[in-house]
């Protein structure tokens, strides 16, 4: 059965980079047939897609985070990571890692951890 | 990429049919068959109940199904139930491996 476990510091301070890790565990990472996601819920927003990356390391982003987001996987250790800068208010979020399924004939996230809150401080 | 547009809210009794709405544009819902939907319960992570526009996972009840039609996707819970009270996320393929959800409804079951 798959799992995702995210973790990471729940507090960040404003202007400061936050960085999260999900671990996988019951499947592989090596498939490019997966899209390893992250995705943030906040309650004024619902949630949001902020990237994903493949295995091959190649990583799409949300157009709208895109120059403070990046996304890498080690598929040695089975771990994928997200960071983000120039942390502010409005990043204050729940934050899942998910697994998207792309083959082609289809686009959805099949499985998602628990969810990392993050909340941003002055 | 902007958001999908669902209704915030929908109601319905006990054993009524309810259809969730979510509307795109043509660079999104128009142009992919490639549409998901997530029920959320109170502190639970988001769980697919719909992808590729109408197929339902292995263990998700036949009362829900998904459905298309130009911009807009749809949702439809047949019989709803008490259990079926929950936040529903629509999801769209855009392109370049990029991806958008909707803003969220809020079903509650009278």
């Known amino acids: 059965q798959l799992q995702l476990q995210e973790s990471g510091p729940g507090l960040v301070k404003s202007s400061e980079t936050l960085s999260l890790t999900c671990t996988v565990s019951?499947?592989?990472?090596?498939?490019?047939?997966?899209?390893w996601s992250w995705i943030r819920q906040t309650p004024e927003k619902g949630l949001e897609w902020i990237g994903s990356?493949?295995?091959?390391?190649?990583?799409f982003y949300n157009p709208s985070l895109r120059d403070r987001v990046t996304i890498s996987v080690d598929t040695s250790t089975k771990q994928f990571s997200l960071t983000v800068t120039s942390m502010t208010a409005a990043d204050t979020a729940l934050y899942y890692c998910?697994?998207?399924?792309?083959?082609?004939?289809?686009?959805?996230?099949?499985?998602w951890g628990q969810g990392t809150l993050v909340t941003v401080s002055s | 990429q902007s958001a999908l547009t669902q209704p915030a809210s929908v109601s319905g009794s006990p054993g009524q049919s309810i259809t969730i709405s979510c509307t795109g544009t043509?660079?999104?819902?128009?142009?992919?068959?490639?549409v998901s939907w997530y029920q959320q319960d109170p502190g639970k992570a988001p769980k697919l109940i719909i992808y590729?526009?109408?197929k339902r996972p292995s263990g998700v009840s036949y009362r829900f199904s998904g459905s298309k039609s130009g911009n807009t996707a749809s949702l439809t819970i047949s019989g709803v139930q008490a259990e079926d009270e929950a936040d529903y996320y629509c999801?769209?393929?855009?392109?370049?491996?990029?991806?958008?959800f909707g803003g969220g409804t809020k079903l509650t079951v009278l």
């Open positions: 998910a697994r998207r399924v792309d083959t082609g004939l289809g686009a959805y996230f099949d499985h």
């Open positions: 019951g499947d592989s990472t090596s498939s490019d047939d997966y899209y």
């Open positions: 990356i493949v295995y091959s390391g190649r990583a």
């Open positions: 043509s660079i999104d819902i128009g142009s992919y068959k490639f």
């Open positions: 590729e526009v109408s």
């Open positions: 999801c769209s393929y855009v392109g370049s491996s990029k991806m958008v």
